[in-house]
């Protein structure tokens, strides 16, 4: 069906210009019928060449039973973008800890997810017909590759807004956005430590609503401090009462000792983001700048030229406020 989800991932992965081979899965579909010219199998266990990766859109319910077909073939990733699991209570731990059981704690499979929307790589510029690799299911028709990287807890950096935030940011290229969801397996810390690897990266966004691994999270904050050409900006979900109450039914995140986390972050040279709005400036800033290749302020020494008193009365408060200076002017 055209406006399902699994279609539209299939149709991301096959225009965008992916080479590797597609085996469409459902149980519902004969082996003549198609989808972008790739045959649909009915079972995982029926496709007769080797799978890297394996891309779950199905109900929660059905999920474990394919899995351990996945194991069988043997799958050794997937990406879980089912919901209805740790997030939705006593049900969802149950299908946590079979996932678990059925993977060996993970060591024969590794997930994304659940509960995700999975991985945009983007390797040109659409109008090179370069492409990438695309497991979201927004439509994909106009993007660019750039310096600009997102490890996010919530799906919608890497669904339906992600057209939106093109549009906003024509010129806010991106490499990689990367939606970990309910982080059962793989979360923050791979990725981020992956993503520190590749040169062609500059800024990395990370939207998250707990920690996995706190210690791991600020030592690879701390390695980007000390990396010539990193900047680490953190939205962190789930601060006050009802944000914790919001992450715990969106991704099943717990609460953390917030101010604690907040100072060592600090301390590792993490620039923390209020909302989406001021990620996103931080974004074009620290990009752009990237770009130009001029050298960055260090001191954070500033000056405001303004024409209105208000706006250099508030322009001050929030340049104060991220630790900018305002250094008292000689005679000359």
């Known amino acids: 069906v055209p406006m399902k989800g699994g279609n539209r991932i299939v149709n991301n992965l096959h225009s965008n210009g992916y080479k590797g081979q597609i085996y469409p899965v459902n149980p519902n579909y004969n082996e ?16 007769e060449g080797e799978v890297d990766l394996a891309i779950f859109y199905v109900n929660n319910r059905i999920v474990t039973n394919i899995l351990k077909d ?18 939705v209570g006593v049900e969802g731990l149950k299908l946590r800890d079979e996932i678990a059981a059925i993977t060996e704690n993970f060591s024969k499979l590794h997930i994304i997810g659940p509960n995700c929307m999975g991985i945009s790589r983007f390797d040109g510029d659409y109008d090179d017909k370069k492409g990438g690799f695309f497991t979201g ?15 996010t807890q919530s799906g919608f ?17 991106f490499r ?3 939606s970990i969801g309910n982080k059962m397996d793989l979360g923050e810390n791979e990725f981020l430590e992956y993503i520190l690897k590749d040169d ?8 998250l609503e707990s920690f996995k691994d706190p210690r791991k999270f600020i030592s690879l904050c701390r390695k980007a401090k000390q990396l010539p ?3 680490i900006i953190l939205v962190k979900g789930g601060k006050t009462s009802q944000g914790m109450k919001a992450a715990s039914s969106h991704t099943g995140a717990l609460a953390e000792d917030e101010r604690l986390i907040d100072a060592i972050i600090k301390q ?11 990620m996103f400036q931080f974004l074009r800033t620290f990009s752009m700048m990237y770009k130009s290749g001029k050298k960055f302020p260090i001191k954070g020494n500033i000056a405001l030229v303004v024409g209105s008193g208000g706006m250099g009365t508030i322009m001050g408060d929030v340049a104060m406020k991220y630790g900018l200076n305002f250094p008292e002017f000689g005679e000359n």
């Not at 003549?32 to 496709?47: A, P, Q, R, T, W």
């Not at 062609?200 to 939207?207: E, K, L």
């Not at 590792?268 to 001021?278: D, L, M, P, R, T």
């Open 32 to 47: 003549e019928d198609e989808l972008c010219g790739f045959k649909f199998n009915k079972s995982v266990l029926d496709i």
């Open 70 to 87: 996945c194991v069988k073939k043997g799958i050794k990733a997937a990406i879980i973008q089912s919901a209805g699991f740790e997030e």
């Open 137 to 151: 299911q927004f439509t994909l028709t106009n993007y660019k590759r750039g310096n600009v990287a997102i490890i």
């Open 157 to 173: 950096l890497n669904g339906g807004i992600a057209p939106l935030i093109f549009r906003q940011y024509p010129n806010l290229g």
């Open 176 to 178: 990689y956005i990367v």
């Open 200 to 207: 062609t990266v500059n800024v990395i966004a990370i939207y």
């Open 229 to 231: 050409k990193k900047t």
């Open 268 to 278: 590792a040279g993490v620039i923390q983001a209020n909302n989406f709005f001021e």
